[in-house]
């Protein structure tokens, strides 16, 4: 019963840092998955999470070879300035008085780690 208590207690404690997380996504990881996903794809890929019916397929956050290919300025340029800026699909939105440069590095950082989880999903 004790320990019923102490695990309520602490279910209690956390409770209202989680709600914070949700309605402010601060690192990267979260910004991507509730802001991004759903033309990207969860994973970068274009596939799970992407809204219904959002076209076309955007799978290059995931394509290894791809990012590879792309300087992390031109990541974070591209977050910031949007497509059209940067002669990419209109269709995705300058972020620059959204987020400011912390938060685009930390989109970059977890884009990056996109092209090593792909290849499992
Ligand atoms: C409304 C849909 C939409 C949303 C929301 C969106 N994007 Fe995009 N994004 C696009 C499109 C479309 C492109 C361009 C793809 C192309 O031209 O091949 C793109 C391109 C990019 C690129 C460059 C990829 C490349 O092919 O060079 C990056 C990086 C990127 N988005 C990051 C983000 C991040 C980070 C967010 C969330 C903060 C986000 N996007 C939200 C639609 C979106």
Redesign the pocket.
Known sequence: MKHAITIITMLLAVAPVTVRAQTTPETGKE??EQ??A???GTYGNGQEGTKAG?V?R?A??ANKE?MDS?PDDY?AM??KKG?AYMG??A???A?EHK?NDEQVAS?VAH?RTLTNSAEKH
């Open positions: 910004i991507f802001m991004c759903g033309c990207h959002f076309p955007i290059t956050l791809y792309v990541v591209i977050i497509g990419k699909i269709a995705m939105p972020w987020f989109l884009i």
